[in-house]
């Protein structure tokens, strides 16, 4: 998996995720076009980001990470991907490379999920991270690399 800052030009393929009702079923209502490119100059092409493309091997536009800090400590990590590319593993291979950068940064690692997104928990659980319960409605996992945070 390669994971990349977002260009303007990732608005269409972004669109096919963000406007997707299935992929947006458990976050919020699909967005149109012109949400997609806001989103992009509001969370992609800002500095730092808060989100980066994600492309599989072949250079295919998979879907989009999200990686920023969740607080002082911590990074939020996440994914969002096409429906064409779900259960093929990336969401636990971009899971994986995103806790690896984390731990480099010497945080620890949060997933937030609705509390009905039974994969992403399943994700979650599989890579590690700890159900801290819930909190504003999401359920809260966690994962710490340094035990003097």
């Given at each position: 998996?390669?994971?990349?800052?977002?260009?303007?030009?990732?608005?269409?393929?972004?669109?096919?995720?963000?406007?997707?009702?299935?992929?947006?079923?458990?976050?919020?209502?699909?967005?149109?076009?012109d949400q997609t490119e806001q989103f992009?100059?509001?969370?992609?092409?800002?500095?730092?980001?808060?989100?980066?493309?994600?492309?599989?091997?072949?250079?295919?536009?998979?879907?989009?990470?999200?990686?920023?800090?969740?607080?002082?400590?911590?990074?939020?990590i996440g994914w969002l991907l096409k429906?064409?590319?779900?259960?093929?593993?990336?969401?636990?291979?971009?899971?994986?490379?995103?806790?690896?950068?984390?731990?480099?940064?010497?945080?620890?690692?949060?997933?937030?999920?609705?509390?009905?997104q039974d994969i992403t928990k399943k994700?979650?659980?599989?890579?590690?991270?700890?159900?801290?319960?819930?909190?504003?409605?999401?359920?809260?996992?966690?994962?710490?690399?340094?035990?003097?945070?």
């Amino acid at each position: 998996m390669i994971i990349r800052k977002m260009i303007k030009s990732d608005a269409q393929d972004l669109y096919e995720v963000l406007s997707d009702p299935d992929v947006m079923k458990y976050i919020e209502p699909p967005y149109s076009m012109d949400q997609t490119e806001q989103f992009i100059k509001d969370y992609g092409l800002c500095d730092p980001p808060s989100v980066f493309a994600a492309e599989n091997d072949a250079g295919e536009f998979v879907g989009y990470v999200i990686f920023h800090e969740y607080d002082t400590n911590s990074m939020e990590i996440g994914w969002l991907l096409k429906k064409k590319h779900w259960g093929k593993g990336y969401a636990t291979a971009l899971t994986s490379e995103l806790l690896e950068r984390t731990k480099e940064l010497g945080k620890s690692a949060v997933i937030e999920c609705d509390p009905e997104q039974d994969i992403t928990k399943k994700i979650a659980i599989r890579a590690g991270l700890d159900f801290k319960g819930i909190e504003d409605g999401l359920c809260l996992f966690a994962k710490t690399f340094n035990s003097s945070l």
